[in-house]
């Protein structure tokens, strides 16, 4: 598991690089918000699970599903919790960050479900 552990740190420092993470272009009110989502959704909405990945989501299409977990109108597990505490103008301002983040595939993942899923 510590083997595991390591190569996974190694992984997220080396495959995103700050220079390469397009975040000039945002406030720091954005990243850190950008920030609490990684924790599911992993790295400039890169996710390391089975948690959908944010990065170079289309805006329209991120902001119908957070308004739609908002409302209530799309079935969610834990999302209602985070979009309800987010007012519209950070929900389009987090659309236009996470549209901006590049999408990447780890060419080596821990986890064999992260594989699959890619
Ligand atoms: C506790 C873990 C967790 C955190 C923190 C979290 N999410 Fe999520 N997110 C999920 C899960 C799980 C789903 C799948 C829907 C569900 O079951 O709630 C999801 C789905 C989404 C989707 C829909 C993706 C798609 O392709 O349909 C968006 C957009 C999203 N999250 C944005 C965010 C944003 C923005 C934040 C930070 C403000 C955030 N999430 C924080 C767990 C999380």
Redesign the pocket.
């Known amino acids: 598991m510590k083997r595991l552990h390591i190569s996974f740190t190694l992984l997220v420092c080396c495959q995103w690089p700050l220079s390469l993470c397009a975040q000039e272009n945002f406030s720091q009110a954005t990243t850190t ?2 920030a ?2 990684a ?3 992993g790295p400039h909405g890169n996710s390391m699970g089975g ?4 990065a170079g ?1 289309n805006k329209d ?2 902001i119908q ?2 308004q739609g ?1 908002k409302s209530g109108a799309i ?6 919790q ?2 309800r ?2 007012t519209d103008e950070e ?1 389009s301002t ?1 659309a236009s960050y ?1 549209s901006a983040q590049q999408r990447r595939t780890p060419v080596t993942a821990p986890m064999q479900s992260f594989r699959g899923a890619q």
């Not at 079935?75 to 209602?80: E, K, Q, R, S, Y």
């Open positions: 918000l950008a609490s989502c924790a599911c959704h948690t959908p990945a944010l989501l299409y991120f599903r957070m977990f079935p969610a597990t834990v999302m209602h985070h979009a505490g987010l929900i987090l996470f």
